[in-house]
């Protein structure tokens, strides 16, 4: 059942709308004519708190990676520990040819989004739009850092105070490609105190850069 009433997270709480170090996502893009392209990726993190940037890696013959740098769009989208949309992550990541619309093909739907190009996946429950700040080809893979400019979430999986509420997000992470049958969920929480209350020594000044 695909949650329809998405809310705008403000601006101030987007650091708190992520909800892990890292999660299996769903990007979607367009290419120049407007066509949508949708892949998963095992690991997509948060790499700035203020302002948010969000980092992926794409192969370099991937539509993901063209589209990227033609376009300077993406939307994450969280894949939530649901056995449909984890097969569907399953499905959008298959080599299709180029101009395939992997969602339709998946049974996934898209909705626009808010402020970028690429449609948000209307089955997921969270989604961040991004605009590229900058890429590096490295190896096999192009390193992309986007800067993140909306955040939607239903409404049912954030409380009052924009804080997340997991037993509804159910974010998984993706085991990657040596376990590419498996996925776990990632949304057990436990409160972790702070045992160690000795003061904490001044740093050393940092050392200044050599010329």
């Given at each position: 059942?695909i949650?329809?009433?998405?809310?705008?997270?403000?601006?101030?709480?987007?650091?708190?709308?992520?909800?892990?170090?890292?999660?299996?996502?769903?990007?979607?893009?367009?290419?120049?004519?407007?066509?949508?392209n949708?892949?998963?990726?095992?690991?997509?993190?948060?790499?700035?708190?203020?302002?948010?940037?969000?980092?992926?890696?794409?192969?370099?013959r991937?539509?993901?990676?063209?589209?990227?740098?033609?376009t300077?769009?993406?939307?994450?989208?969280?894949?939530?520990?649901?056995?449909?949309?984890?097969?569907?992550?399953?499905?959008?990541?298959?080599?299709?040819?180029?101009?395939?619309?992997?969602?339709?093909?998946?049974?996934?739907?898209?909705?626009?989004?808010?402020?970028?190009?690429?449609?948000?996946?209307?089955?997921?429950?969270?989604?961040?739009?991004?605009?590229?700040?900058?890429?590096?080809?490295?190896?096999?893979?192009?390193?992309?850092?986007?800067?993140?400019?909306?955040?939607?979430?239903d409404?049912?999986?954030?409380d009052?105070?924009?804080?997340?509420?997991?037993?509804?997000?159910?974010?998984?992470?993706?085991?990657?490609?040596?376990?590419?049958?498996?996925?776990?969920?990632?949304?057990?929480?436990?409160?972790?105190?702070?045992?160690?209350?000795?003061?904490?020594?001044?740093?050393?000044?940092a050392?200044?850069?050599?010329?």
């Open positions: 059942m949650a329809s009433n998405k809310i705008a997270v403000p601006e101030k709480e987007w650091d708190y709308a992520w909800p892990l170090g890292s999660t299996a996502v769903m990007i979607t893009t367009v290419d120049t004519e407007g066509r949508v949708a892949a998963g990726f095992a690991t997509c993190v948060r790499v700035a708190h203020n302002p948010v940037f969000i980092s992926f890696t794409s192969g370099l991937n539509d993901t990676h063209r589209n990227v740098l033609d300077g769009e993406f939307v994450v989208n969280l894949v939530p520990f649901d056995q449909r949309i984890m097969q569907a992550t399953r499905v959008v990541g298959l080599p299709f040819p180029t101009g395939v619309n992997e969602l339709e093909i998946a049974g996934l739907t898209a909705i626009p989004s808010t402020v970028v190009a690429p449609p948000r996946i209307a089955d997921c429950h969270a989604h961040f739009e991004c605009k590229v700040e900058w890429t590096k080809q490295w190896d096999t893979r192009l390193m992309v850092v986007g800067r993140l400019v909306a955040v939607t979430i409404e049912d999986c954030i009052e105070n924009w804080r997340i509420r997991w037993e509804n997000l159910k974010p998984a992470s993706f085991c990657g490609a040596p376990y590419q049958q498996f996925f776990v969920p990632s949304y057990q929480t436990t409160f972790v105190d702070m045992v160690y209350t000795d003061p904490i020594p001044p740093r050393a000044n050392v200044p850069a050599s010329h």
